[in-house]
T-cell receptor
Framework: DAGITQSPRYKITETGRQVTLMCHQT?????MFWYRQDLGHGLRLIYY???????DKGEVPDGYVVSRSKTENFPLTLESATRSQTSVYFC???????????????FGEGSRLTVL | AQSVTQLDSHVSVSEGTPVLLRCNYS??????LFWYVQHPNKGLQLLLK??????LVKGINGFEAEFKKSETSFHLTKPSAHMSDAAEYFC??????????????FGKGTHLIIQP
C-alpha cells in the first residue's frame, strides 16, 4: 500500500545501545523529516532531508544520526541511547520544501521508544 | 521569532456541543498558521491552514478556524462535537529564519476529550 511506514512501532532498549528507527515512503517525495514528540513540547524537528544524500540538522539533532541513500528511506539512528531520548518519533514526508512549509506534511504512525 | 501558544492542554466537551480550541500566535511576519490533528496511535494529519487568504478557514470533518490579527489568535472551532473528534490537536506556525532554515513550529498540543 502507498504511504509512509515506520518500524518498529514500539522499541524498548537500554542506555548505551544503538537503535535505528526506519522510515519508508512510497510517494517518491523529495523531503523527509524526523520529529520527536514529548509531553509538553509538541513536535520538535530532529533532522530533515531534501533529497537522497542531502541531510540537515533541525532543532534537536544532538545524539542522532541520519542517512538517506535512497529517496524512499530515511533511517534515524541513536548511536548510544540515553534516557532523555525516550520519546515518540515521527517520520514525515513532503513533495517539496514549499509544500512542506505550506503544511503539506504526511506523517507516519510513529515509533514509541523507551530507553531504560 | 514566530511561536504559538495553545492556551489549554485539555478540553472536555459533551458530544453534540460546540468545540473551541484556543491558539495564540506571535509572528513578525504575516503568518502562515495550521491546525493538525493526531488520533490515538496515529500520525498527524493536516486539518486546515491559513496562508493570508480568507480569514475564516474551513477544514476537514466540520472544523474551521478564524484568523484574527488584532487578537493574534487562530482558534479552532466545530459546532457539534462527535466522539470521533477525540484526539490531540496541534496549532502550528511557519517560522522564518532565513538562510533556508525556515520551518514549522508546533504548539504543545490540546487533548480533546468528548464525553458521551
Amino acid at each position: 500500500d502507498a504511504g509512509i511506514t515506520q518500524s518498529p512501532r514500539y522499541k524498548i532498549t537500554e542506555t548505551g545501545r544503538q537503535v535505528t528507527l526506519m522510515c519508508h515512503q512510497t510517494w517518491s517525495h523529495s523531503y523527509m523529516f524526523w520529529y520527536r514528540q514529548d509531553l509538553g513540547h509538541g513536535l520538535r524537528l530532529i533532522y530533515y532531508s531534501a533529497a537522497a544524500d542531502i541531510t540537515d540538522k533541525g532543532e534537536v539533532p544532538d545524539g542522532y544520526v541520519v542517512s538517506r541513500s535512497k529517496t524512499e528511506n530515511f533511517p534515524l539512528t541513536l548511536e548510544s541511547a540515553t534516557r532523555s531520548q525516550t520519546s515518540v518519533y515521527f517520520c514525515a514526508s513532503s513533495e517539496s520544501r514549499g509544500l512542506a512549509l505550506a503544511g503539506e506534511l504526511f506523517f507516519g504512525e510513529g515509533s514509541r521508544l523507551t530507553v531504560l | 521569532a514566530q511561536s504559538v501558544t495553545q492556551l489549554d492542554s485539555h478540553v472536555s466537551v459533551s458530544e453534540g456541543t460546540p468545540v473551541l480550541l484556543r491558539c495564540n500566535y506571535s509572528s513578525s511576519y504575516s503568518p502562515s498558521l495550521f491546525w493538525y490533528v493526531q488520533h490515538p496511535n496515529k500520525g498527524l494529519q493536516l486539518l486546515l491552514k491559513y496562508t493570508s487568504a480568507a480569514t475564516l478557514v474551513k477544514g476537514i470533518n466540520g472544523f474551521e478556524a478564524e484568523f484574527k490579527k488584532s487578537e493574534t489568535s487562530f482558534h479552532l472551532t466545530k459546532p457539534s462535537a462527535h466522539m470521533s473528534d477525540a484526539a490531540e490537536y496541534f496549532c502550528v506556525v511557519r517560522t522564518y529564519s532565513g538562510g533556508g532554515a525556515d520551518g514549522l513550529t508546533f504548539g504543545k498540543g490540546t487533548h480533546l476529550i468528548i464525553q458521551p
